[in-house]
């Protein structure tokens, strides 16, 4: 495939090679980027580098020639143009602290990561400011995707956010091509609460399902489950129409239809009756949904606001409360307007 002439000389940086971010490496290296690829564990990195292939994630998709693994970090840091983050938010901060020595304010931060920190609670774009610093250009990258959908070419479409619409448009143009699309939005808020809430969402989703609730339950838990979402998002500043798109229900329906979705099959796993662990163990990736959930669930009581499906998915993983009494809880709530 031939690369439009915006994309030449440009260079990337994803750290985090997991199954996302191999993608996200993949398609921006198809799109005629220099793209290094860095993640924590370096004996994999180093295979992948020799197999041109990640064997772990993404066993069938061969690395473009434009696609170079790279086990040491200040290597791949030292001539790219731009940062693209794609570590679980439990390392989000560490990460961050291991790249400001050779970080550079022209690079730019663009966040592909979905969660919330789980000791701080804050946004992961407030966390890129606190440790490098209010001077740089950064935008969140979110939406319907699995990853590997994006690595094999079937048709996409992300939101890709930024209050500097130039650095916003800039990213999704390095994005596009004829099976990827990405849009642009100012609300970094929205677009961020959006991809981190659907995860604890599609917990539920996925323990209704494995209960045998059927569709009638699946359509209720999406759709209020939106309502938690947008109240939360709008009560943190974001824009209540950026929960109509692509990285509110586009990602929300996504995430909580599909057996893709490692979040969808934590709940099928609880409605099981297996443990947390066992779950995650089977997983053999990290499951955001998990961990946002307690954070969401906190948030939520911090600022006062109603969240009755996280609070029954936090019960849950946290409480030790069944899968089926949390559904009894949800349909016995006193009832009350929907909006």
């Not at 940062?83 to 931060?109: C, D, T, W």
């Not at 800039?170 to 609460?193: C, M, P, Q």
């Not at 995650?280 to 669930?297: H, I, M, N, R």
Request: charged share 20%.
């Amino acid at each position: 495939m031939k690369s439009p002439s915006y994309m030449q000389n440009n260079s990337v940086a994803v750290l985090g090679a997991g199954s996302w971010g191999t993608a996200l490496a993949v398609l921006l290296a198809s799109n005629g980027h220099k793209t290094f690829l860095w993640g924590r564990n370096s004996d994999r990195v180093s295979k992948m580098a020799d197999d041109r292939r990640n064997e772990t994630y993404l066993p069938d998709i061969v690395f473009p020639l434009m696609l170079q693994p790279e086990a040491n970090l200040e290597k791949a840091l030292e001539s790219v143009n731009s940062i693209l983050m794609a570590v679980p938010s439990k390392g989000f901060r560490n990460s961050l602290e291991q790249i400001k020595p050779y970080y550079k304010p022209h690079m730019g931060i663009a966040i592909a990561t979905k969660g919330l920190e789980p000791e701080s609670l804050k946004l992961l774009h407030e966390v890129v400011h606190e440790v490098l610093g209010d001077d740089l250009k950064l935008c969140i990258i979110s939406g319907p995707t699995f990853a590997k959908e994006v690595a094999h070419e079937l048709p996409t479409a992300v939101t890709v956010a930024s209050e500097d619409e130039a650095f916003a448009l800039k990213y999704a143009k390095w994005l596009t091509n004829d099976h990827f699309r990405a849009y642009t939005s100012s609300d970094v808020i929205g677009v961020e609460i959006g991809g981190a809430v659907k995860n604890v969402i599609a917990i539920a989703a996925g323990i209704a399902d494995g209960l045998g609730f059927g569709a009638n339950t699946r359509t209720a838990v999406i759709t209020r489950g939106l309502a938690e979402i947008s109240r939360l998002g709008v009560a943190l500043g974001a824009h209540q129409e950026t929960f109509m798109g692509l990285a509110g229900l586009g990602d929300l329906v996504l995430t909580c239809t599909d057996n893709q979705s490692r979040n969808r099959r934590v709940g099928l796993g609880l409605a099981q009756g297996k443990s947390i662990s066992q779950i995650l163990d089977e997983l053999g990736q990290v499951a955001e949904g998990v961990e946002t959930a307690e954070k969401v669930y906190l948030l939520s009581n911090k600022m006062g606001i109603q969240m009755p499906i996280v609070e029954q998915v936090y019960e849950v993983l946290y409480q030790n409360k069944s899968a089926k009494q949390a559904g009894h809880d949800l349909l016995n709530r006193e009832i009350r307007a929907e909006i």
